[in-house]
Structures are given as structure tokens and as C-alpha cells.
């Protein structure tokens, strides 16, 4: 079965970076749609950044320039780095998959707030907490 294990969350002032880590079990990176989003209580999960197997790669509006989304195929990992962080970028971070094509349908074509219709697997998440 697919898994997605996220790591690397913690509480960093302002200003600080954080790298985020998701590995995939269970599957191998091929035809693939994969991305980071990110919940606060109350609201939907938003959309990121993303990366798919055709080479598109994608960001919010809101972390374009301090957030950087990477994929090691080797290690089966997704990664996350996020420099000059906001409090407003406090939240609990997703890295979810998709490997049917639909995933990279959604992020091609559509914006942030749409991407989680693309995804069929999920981590747990890991917390992020900016302080000002």
C-alpha cells in the first residue's frame, strides 16, 4: 500500500527556514503528481507547491520566492524548503500523491486551492509554527 511520511516540522521564529521531508513507501515514482499543502483549523487544505513527472512545477502566490519544492528519486523523497518564514505560514503541512494522471491534470491546469481534488494518497502531516 501507499504511505506518505512527512517529517521535519518544528517552531521557528520569523525569518527562520525549515525543510520538510515526505517519503514514499510503497510505490515508485513514475507517472506522478505530488505535493505539499497546508491546513489551519477551520479551513480547507491549501495548495503549496507542486511537482509532477512532466516537469511542471508550481507555487502559491503566497510562498513564490521563499519556498523551494524538490523530488529525489533515489530516496524516494519529496522535499519542502521554506526560508523566510511568516507567521501566517504556521500550519499543519500535507504531502499528498497522485499516480493516475489526474494529479498532474489538476496542477497544469488549475490553481492552488484546486489541487487537493487531484490527490489519492496522504501523510499525516507535520506541524510548522512561525512566532513573530
Known amino acids: 500500500a501507499v504511505q506518505l511520511v512527512e517529517s521535519g516540522g518544528g517552531s521557528v521564529q520569523a525569518g527562520g527556514s525549515l525543510e520538510l521531508s515526505c517519503v514514499l513507501f510503497?510505490?515508485?515514482?513514475?507517472?506522478?503528481?505530488m505535493g505539499w499543502f497546508r491546513q489551519v483549523p477551520g479551513r480547507e487544505h491549501d495548495g503549496v507547491a507542486a511537482?509532477?513527472?512532466?516537469?511542471?512545477?508550481r507555487y502559491a502566490d503566497s510562498v513564490k520566492g521563499r519556498f523551494t519544492i524538490s523530488l529525489d528519486i533515489a530516496k524516494n523523497t519529496l522535499y519542502l524548503q521554506m526560508r523566510n518564514l511568516k507567521p501566517e505560514d504556521s500550519a499543519r503541512y500535507y504531502c499528498?500523491?497522485?499516480?493516475?494522471?489526474?494529479?498532474?491534470?489538476?496542477?497544469?491546469?488549475?490553481?492552488?486551492?484546486?489541487?487537493?481534488?487531484?490527490?489519492?494518497?496522504w501523510g499525516k502531516g507535520t506541524l510548522v509554527t512561525v512566532s513573530s
Open positions: 510503497g510505490y515508485q515514482f513514475d507517472n506522478y503528481a
Open positions: 511537482i509532477d513527472s512532466d516537469g511542471s512545477i
Open positions: 499528498a500523491a497522485d499516480f493516475e494522471g489526474r494529479g498532474k491534470s489538476t496542477i497544469q491546469r488549475l490553481g492552488p486551492e484546486e489541487w487537493v481534488f487531484g490527490m489519492d494518497y
